[in-house]
Nanobody, 123 residues
């Protein structure tokens, strides 16, 4: 069974940092672009960042550009999202995703999702 398991969420003050991890099991995702979406209460799920399989390209939402850094270790089948200078508006459930084709910005382009990890940023 294919699984994506997120970890590293929690409560942090504004300006602080968190590092999310996503461990994949069941099969290798080394040939998939991997990324993160997030969903805040009462809002639609939104794209955060994606990294290509060869790590050559990363793409970030404008709202996190310059603050978040996405990386991956294909040998460990793991993806990392380093989040710095966190803001209260970053509060959301963060989902790890595996890309299966199509635009990186659409949820329909990802066929594997983790259960999500809560990130709460206090002001």
């Amino acid at each position: 069974q294919v699984q994506l398991e997120e970890s590293g969420g929690g409560l942090v003050q504004a300006g602080g940092s968190l590092r999310l991890s996503c461990a994949a099991s069941g099969r290798t995702f080394s040939n998939n672009a991997m990324g993160w979406f997030r969903q805040a209460p009462g809002k639609e799920r939104e794209f955060v960042a994606v990294i290509t399989s060869n790590r050559r390209y990363t793409l970030y939402a404008d709202s996190v550009k310059g603050r978040f850094t996405l990386s991956r270790d294909n040998a460990k089948n793991t993806v990392y999202l380093q989040m710095n200078s966190l803001k209260p508006e970053d509060t959301a459930v963060y989902y790890c995703v595996a890309h299966n084709g199509g635009s990186f910005y659409y949820t329909s382009s990802y066929d594997n999702w983790g259960q999500g990890t809560q990130v709460t940023v206090s002001s």
